[in-house]
């Protein structure tokens, strides 16, 4: 029993994660129409600024917000040059999906140059991983973090979009650009700080991800897209509450099957899942945001 | 470089670019599918179990791993072609990251994570003759009815299903055509390589096949065979400049002819605009030399027509 709630509090954990990196992914997917598949090696690329800057002995409170910070560059930097321009051509969603590929290819070919084929692992003391004692479980403190951005994130993104001005401009953008335009919106500015935004926050999952599993590699991000895609597909595309629910769901199903069937079989039930949400409820649990977005 | 290298260099070209061609047979009606890559895995433990494993002769073999692909692609396609084209296409990359997870989990089949050793080498006639198979399917199809409506498809779906075209039939189609000439590619690739695993068919394929197809252009069957070769000779090139600059260059390339030359390589379109130019400026007494170019709608970007 106690494993089983040890278990239960690893899949949390892990998916909280997953939850962070599906809603970059549903933020740049409903604001700016495209299905960023490069947006797994942004996390990747948030993780090395903090590992670098870790492993030089800079303690996580900076390290931490150098990562966002690089993460938030790398995507204005794909935006100006790649997404901007294609997008002053009128290219559809598909021409969107190839330039993300694209940019996948060179971040993940970047990230192999400077962290080498070998995976590693974030320095020991930068982070404490003294777990805490509660009732027998073991709780490391990175899965309090895990929780806490988790939180912070989805709430602070939610209210961001429905309470604040700019939050409307990016929703307006997001619903028709040209009309937002008319009615004085800087698209510009708009487009660039949500690529911003939904950069950092997938930067911020992939800093966790290395923590909480031990693992920096430049491949990290890819298992991220795959599980954050699943996430987005799962809860609904552009949907907060779906990206969370969704998230949680595959990180606690992850852990179990690793727990009580077999660590290979934990890929194949999440792909697996997704594909019968694809085939059965593509609209995912709680449906598209299309109609009520704007 | 020698008689062998480069006869070994042309031979993976023509068989990336029929990698290449399986993806454009898919993006023909507008569907961006990287399914190609999982049929190719089909095609290539097939071919280890039979030739090495039953003996069987490589012509009968070969049929056998372009009837396994199509047989993947009508199983994909009664599961995926119903959804929206941008949820396909990362559906089909999610598919290449299963097909990595499904070979490390069937040993029986595909060795496991030891991967296979193919001890058939097929002689260079057998590539050249599915390469030539498969040009004078694709050549056929462009100028038949389906060569028509999916071109229309691309290009406007609405339209097309207005003026009949049953838009989901097509794309099955187009999807079985796709997936027959990944098996095929998927056996020849395996008796190029000598040995597979699950790294084999992994998602650098899929970006050195989807760069070949964008590269070469979605307009016309020469454009993905074109980018195929070029893209294998084009490592051969970068080999020893840095580590990872053949990905680097594949990444670059995919970004700035999105940008710059969205229609790719090879662009009927634009040859026919050209032959018209030139004809308006040859044509005496013709007072506005510019007149006919001019009077042409302004022409459309790949990403337009590969449609939103």
Redo the contacts between chains.
Sequence with gaps: MELLFQQLLNGLSLGSVYAIFAIGFGLIFANMGI?N?AQGSYATWGVIPTYLLSRAGVPLWIALPAGLAGAALIGLLAEW??FK??RD???????????A??????L???G??VLGPNPSAMPSGAFPSVPLDVLGLKIPPIFLLNWVALAVVAVGLTLFLSRTRFGASIRSVGFKADSAAIVGVDTRVVLSVTAMIAAAIAGLSGILYSFTANNVSFTVG?GLM?KG??AV?IGGFGNVKGAVVAGVAIGVIEALTQQYLSS??R??IT?GL??LF??VR?QGIFGELKASRA | MNAVSILSTLEFGVVFGMLALSMYSALST?L?SMASIMFAGCGAFLFAQLTDGLGWPPVLVLLCAAAIGGVAAIVLSA??L??????I???T??IV??TR??V??LPAVTGGVNGTPILTELSPLYIAGALLVAVWVFARLRRSRYGLASELAREDTTVASTLGVNIRWLRTVSFIISGCVGGLVGALLASLYGYIDADTFS?DLA?TA??AV?LGGAFHWLGPLIGGVVFTILPELLRGW???AD??V??????VI??FL?RGLVDPLRWKQLVRRLRGRGEPGDGMPAGPAAAEPAQR????A???
């Excluded at chain 1, 590929?101 to 060179?106: E, F, L, M, Q």
């Excluded at chain 2, 119903?82 to 949820?87: D, R, V």
Aim: aromatic letters at 8%; charged letters at 10%; a negative charge.
């Design positions: 299905l598949v040059l790649a321009p294609l051509r009128n290219a559809g969603m598909l021409g969107s999906i190839i330039i590929v694209g940019i996948w290819i060179i993940l070919a970047l192999e140059i890819e795959l895609f699943a597909v290979t079989f890929d194949a792909f997704m594909l694809l085939v593509p | 507008g961006l599961l995926l119903h959804l929206e084209s941008h949820y296409a990362m559906a990359i999610a990251l299963m997870v499904a490390l989990n998602m970006f989807l760069a964008v840095f580590e990872r990905q680097l594949d990444g670059v390339i995919l970004v999105m940008i969205p970007t790949a990403t337009e590969i449609g939103s």
